[in-house]
């Protein structure tokens, strides 16, 4: 079946760094989604993107969905404690895949004060 | 708008038993997805509903099924449970207009003895 490969597994940063990570997957996807998730509590959806190519910010967030539809990455301008969590990137093939999103293993921050 | 409510958030039940669990989705959603997530395999979709019929199904043996009302809020049932069940189930929403865009609930946490 489908999977996606997302990398670095973790990442330990300082305050005020910036952050990259991508997922890449061995099929085509129609949509990409970025989420995080907080201890204890369900994935928060932060960026949705529909078209290759396609670069879309949130606040600090930017996200792009890849040129050749098999891959996306996420960006996090100047770190702060609060970004501390998972990260998750999930695709969507699209047609009669209703409802059904492929999520990567996730992606640990952690930020240093 | 409430978000996604799962109830119960906490379930310690023994092997063979069987559980129910609940989901009420964002209003005006009618798509719900549920997904096991555990350390070892992530998310995993099981199923997704939509007015009343599932749409889609994941790798899951026949003890986890689930259904929807017509107020759109959905249950998933394990019978016959195992120890590998012992995960978070998460249920999420979505929209007809951006049925891609999946808002999850803080999901369920259950646990097999």
């Known amino acids: 079946g489908q999977q996606l490969n997302q990398s670095p597994q973790s990442m330990f940063i300082q305050e005020g760094e910036d952050v990259s990570m991508n997922c890449t997957s061995s099929s085509i996807f129609n949509t990409w989604l970025w989420y995080k998730q907080d201890p204890g509590e369900g994935p928060v959806l932060l960026i949705a993107?529909?078209?290759?190519?396609e670069l879309t910010s949130n606040g600090r967030l930017t996200a792009q969905f890849g040129i050749t539809r098999k891959d996306s990455f996420l960006n996090i301008s100047a770190s702060i404690p609060s970004d501390v969590g998972i990260y998750f990137c999930?695709?969507?093939?699209?047609?009669?895949?209703?409802?059904?999103?492929?999520f990567g293993q996730g992606t640990i921050l952690t930020v240093h004060p | 708008k409430a978000g996604v409510t799962q109830t119960p958030r906490y379930l310690i039940k023994t092997r063979g038993q069987q559980v129910t669990l609940s989901c009420s989705p964002i209003s005006g959603h009618r798509s719900v997805s549920w997904y096991q997530q555990t350390p070892g395999q992530g998310l995993q979709f099981l199923f997704e509903y939509f007015s009343e019929t599932q749409r889609n199904k994941g790798n899951f043996p026949g003890r986890f099924s689930g259904r929807q009302f017509s107020n759109s809020r959905s249950e998933m049932n394990v019978s016959t449970l195992e120890l590998g069940d012992s995960a978070l189930y998460l249920c999420a929403s979505s929209a007809p207009s951006s049925y891609n865009e999946q808002f999850f609930g803080p999901g369920t946490r259950l646990t097999v003895l």
């Open positions: 999930a695709g969507q093939p699209g047609g009669t895949s209703y409802g059904k999103l492929t």
């Open positions: 993107l529909y078209k290759a190519g």
